[in-house]
């Protein structure tokens, strides 16, 4: 979630984070209005994404083994304007691998890691691309559906034809992709953006409340929301309680 010449734009990484908890969305949009102190990334954290960097530069140059016709964004521009233009060249050149490709289509942008070359038609010719990410764990999760789906959404407004597939590659070593089919997630991906962007553009997105779930070990809010719960004296506070427990106390 980022500002830039007064509009404000939002990526597949923020979407997911809305997946995970909606109170770290209303937490970002707050942030754009009034910036608040982050909590620093911890060591682990840190060696986390450092995996995943190392990851998908290995899956890169198996790539680059494979194929002759290998472009790498990065390489070629570092502006954002400058990246989505070379995208849109690479593709109309027809390299078999684009490393890094950056999409825009109104106040959503993209990165994926990888475009793969398919040969089904589109505005380029009798090819087009359909979108692989890669990804350290072990097993697909939905938040790597739902920014595959984020990518192939926005890939589709340029190629003006919806991929087939998507695929991620898992850190489990074998360097295979895993394969799922766009139409099988489009309408559950559609409802999701739509209630992002709801919320998002609604001045009472900040009435979400940060209960306790999966993503405050990753969260650079986690300081602020424990200090909130604690001030609240919120029942994640008693030992060894679930969440199945509080949501039912809360109704009484």
């Known amino acids: 979630m980022q500002k830039k010449s007064g509009h404000i734009l939002y990526s597949a990484s923020d979407l997911a984070n809305f997946l995970e908890c909606e109170h770290l969305t209303s937490l970002d949009s707050l942030n754009l209005i009034s910036p608040m102190q982050k909590t620093t990334a911890g060591e682990d954290t840190v060696l986390i994404q ?3 960097y190392a990851h998908e530069a290995a899956y890169f ?3 680059k083994s494979e194929y002759n ?6 390489e070629m521009a570092h502006e954002a304007e400058a990246r989505l233009k070379a995208t849109i060249d690479a593709m109309s050149s027809g390299a078999d691998i684009i490393f890094q490709a950056a999409f825009a289509k109104d106040n959503l942008i993209g990165h994926a890691d990888f475009l793969k070359k398919v040969p089904l038609p589109s505005v380029f010719g009798n090819y087009s691309y359909e979108v692989m990410d890669t990804k350290l764990a072990s097993t697909t ?3 790597f559906i739902v920014q595959l789906s984020f990518y192939s959404k926005l890939l589709a407004d340029i190629q003006g034809v919806y991929p087939k597939e998507m695929h991620v590659v898992l850190g489990n070593n074998n360097m295979q992709p ?8 489009t309408a559950y991906f559609e409802d999701l953006l739509r209630r992002f962007l709801d919320q998002v553009g609604n001045s009472k997105s900040a009435d979400t409340y ?4 999966k993503k405050c070990d990753q969260c650079h809010w986690i300081e602020r929301c424990e200090a909130q719960r604690i001030s609240d004296d919120h029942l994640c506070q008693v030992a060894g309680i679930l969440k199945i427990q509080i949501n039912k106390l809360n109704l009484v």
């Open 50 to 52: 450092d995996k995943g």
């Open 61 to 63: 140059s198996k790539l």
């Open 69 to 74: 016709n290998v472009i790498n964004i990065h």
């Open 141 to 143: 999760q939905a938040k």
């Open 178 to 185: 895993s394969t799922y089919q766009c139409n099988d997630y």
């Open 210 to 213: 940060p209960s306790p779930c």
